[in-house]
């Protein structure tokens, strides 16, 4: 069994910076890839960033590449997303994702285990 919290969201203006945190417990982080997601009212759920096991290669939507980082710290296991520029259409609630891989999907089909979720607010 795998936990996923996240924390580190909440309210920025446009052009700020959040860096959301998803500490994993449970079975050995190390061997699991990983994902963060966003949801926005009336949307449907929507692949953001992933990371491979290593943590050497990383995978991002469109609408976040130069924006978004995702990076990963084996030896806390923890997954963290790094957001600079926010912009109002990045509001929604924000979900972090794992699986045992080895590939590293951009459905969330690919993974069986979730946070909560936690909501980022950006204000114009």
């Known amino acids: 069994q795998v936990q996923l919290v996240e924390s580190g969201g909440g309210l920025v203006q446009a052009g700020g910076s959040l860096r959301l945190s998803c500490a994993v417990s449970?079975?050995?982080?190390?061997?699991?890839?990983a994902a963060w997601f966003r949801q926005a009212p009336g949307k449907e759920r929507e692949f953001v960033a992933a990371?491979?096991?290593?943590?050497?290669?990383?995978y991002y939507a469109k609408g976040v590449k130069g924006r978004f980082t995702i990076d990963n710290n084996n030896s806390k296991n923890t997954v963290y997303l790094q957001m600079n520029t926010l912009k109002p259409e990045d509001t929604a609630v924000y979900y972090c994702?794992?699986?045992?891989?080895?590939?590293?999907?951009?459905?969330?089909?690919?993974?069986?285990?979730w946070g909560q979720g936690t909501q980022v607010t950006v204000s114009s």
């Open positions: 994702a794992a699986d045992a891989g080895p590939a590293t999907g951009r459905a969330p089909g690919d993974y069986g285990y």
């Open positions: 449970g079975r050995t982080f190390r061997n699991y890839v």
């Open positions: 990371i491979s096991r290593s943590g050497d290669f990383t």
